[in-house]
């Protein structure tokens, strides 16, 4: 059963610390997004690669967040430093894009917090 | 700005009742419109899509959605709630040729026994 497989599931961490989560596409797909997730701002978009290359990182606040993709297996979200209002979850999709589906399939989260 | 609002941050409803969670974009042209459901502490979930044709799409578990362009609206609707639907509810539209999604901030269903 394909699924998009992210870790950590939790992660605690103090302010100022280095953060790196991870996101395993589904095999096949070529679009990865990075979204984060919070009670206030609901789903925000922070970085989107389609084909391993960024194709909007807009969303994310460039002067501690990263996104890469090293290859098409894995996908890297890294914060640094690391905030208390880092503090969400964070959830990769994948999908495969063009294609009648137009679905994106998501990973079930990392819970970010930061103290 | 591409933009996708859901008006109601809650709703509550009755097992047995009938449900409509609405959603509005903003996109100049004929966006693609999805609905995801995220139960707690879960990902989202596909429920429907539109992309052309039948403006009246149907969905799993029962579900469908309406597509009205004169109101830039893709309401969801359910004839008859189950306790099993309490969920959040996203509405999504992705802008054509770019496959950039852009969720609203979501509709959390409570479902009163």
């Known amino acids: 059963d394909a699924r998009v497989t992210q870790t950590p599931r939790h992660k605690v961490t103090e302010m100022g610390q280095e953060v790196t989560m991870r996101c395993q596409p589904i095999?096949?797909?070529?679009?990865v997004f990075w979204y984060r997730q919070t009670m206030m701002q609901g789903l925000e978009l922070l970085a989107y690669?389609?084909?391993?290359?960024?194709?909007?990182d807009s969303g994310m606040p460039k002067d501690r967040f990263s996104a890469e993709m090293p290859d098409a297996t894995l996908a890297t979200l890294k914060i640094q430093p690391s905030e208390p209002r880092d503090s969400a979850v964070y959830f990769c999709?994948?999908?495969?894009?063009?294609?009648?589906?137009?679905?994106?399939?998501f990973g079930e989260g990392s819970r970010l917090t930061v103290l | 700005a591409q933009s996708v609002t859901q008006p109601d941050i809650h709703i509550t409803v009755s097992e047995g009742a009938s449900l409509e969670l609405r959603c509005n974009y903003s996109?100049?042209?004929?966006?693609?419109l999805f609905w995801y459901v995220q139960s707690p502490g879960q990902g989202l979930q596909l429920l429907l899509k539109?992309?052309?044709?039948?403006?009246l799409v149907q969905g799993i578990k029962g579900f469908e959605a309406e597509f009205k362009r004169s109101q830039s609206s893709f309401n969801l609707r359910k004839p008859s709630v189950h306790w099993s639907d309490a969920a959040e509810y996203f509405c999504?539209?992705?802008?054509?040729?770019?496959?950039?999604?852009?969720f609203g901030t979501g509709t959390r269903l409570k479902v009163l026994a």
């Open positions: 999709a994948s999908g495969l894009v063009p294609a009648n589906t137009g679905e994106l399939f």
């Open positions: 095999l096949g797909h070529n679009t």
């Open positions: 690669f389609r084909n391993r290359a960024p194709l909007d």
């Open positions: 996109y100049g042209a004929t966006p693609y």
């Open positions: 539109y992309f052309s044709g039948d403006t």
């Open positions: 999504a539209v992705v802008i054509s040729g770019t496959y950039k999604y852009i």
